[in-house]
Every structure is written in structure tokens, then in C-alpha cells.
């Protein structure tokens, strides 16, 4: 199976940058579609982004597109979530995710983190 393992998350002021990393280890990792979802407080676990096996191919959702890219590192095993302009409603925690295939929703992944919490203030 897989493992992945987020870091990066902290407390940032509105208008302001983080970066986010997720290591994987276990299965090949090169293999997996890659991804972050995101569960503010009171509301849903929602898609964020993707990326597909060579990183050539990407999907946003329409809240964060313009402002969130997402790159992955297959020989360092690494998947980024660069985060930009950071809005309050961007408050939530952050989880990276794996699945055989694309996804836009959980029930397309295999595999989850445990998350890293990323707060906005205004």
C-alpha cells in the first residue's frame, strides 16, 4: 500500500503564501494520480487539484484556480501544493490523496494522509 505523509501547513495572514509538501513511500509512486482535497470546519471534505502521472496534465477547482498550482517530484517521490493570495475561506485541513485513475471526488482515491492544517486570518 501506500503512505503519505503532508507537511508544510501553519497560520498565514490573508493575501499571504505557504507552501505544502506530501511525501509517499510504498507503491511506486509515479504510478498514481496525484491530488489535494480540503475539509473547512462545519463543511465537506471538497477537491482542490490533481496531477496526472508526468505532471503534464492538472485540474483546479474554480475556487482556487489562479491562485493554487500544484507540481509533483517523481524522483524525489514528493507532491507540492504551491498557495497563493490565501483568502480566509481557504481555512481548512489539508489532505493529499492517491488513485489508479483521475478523480474530482473521494470516491476516486485510494489513498489519504492524515492531513495538515492550514489557517487564514483576515
Known amino acids: 500500500q501506500v503512505q503519505l505523509v503532508e507537511s508544510g501547513g501553519g497560520l498565514v495572514q490573508a493575501g499571504g503564501s505557504l507552501r505544502l509538501s506530501c511525501a509517499a513511500s510504498?507503491?511506486?509512486?509515479?504510478?498514481?494520480?496525484m491530488g489535494w482535497f480540503r475539509q473547512a470546519p462545519g463543511k465537506e471534505r471538497e477537491f482542490v487539484t490533481t496531477?496526472?502521472?508526468?505532471?503534464?496534465?492538472?485540474s483546479y477547482a474554480d475556487s482556487v484556480k489562479g491562485r493554487f498550482t500544484i507540481s509533483r517530484d517523481n524522483t524525489k517521490n514528493t507532491l507540492y501544493l504551491q498557495m497563493n493570495s490565501l483568502k480566509p475561506d481557504d481555512t481548512a485541513v489539508y489532505y493529499c490523496?492517491?488513485?489508479?485513475?483521475?478523480?474530482?471526488?473521494?470516491?476516486?482515491?485510494?489513498?489519504w494522509g492524515k492531513g495538515t492544517l492550514v489557517t487564514v486570518s483576515s
Open positions: 496531477i496526472s502521472w508526468s505532471g503534464s496534465s492538472t
Open positions: 510504498g507503491r511506486t509512486f509515479s504510478r498514481y494520480v
Open positions: 490523496a492517491a488513485g489508479r485513475s483521475w478523480y474530482i471526488s473521494g470516491e476516486g482515491v485510494d489513498y
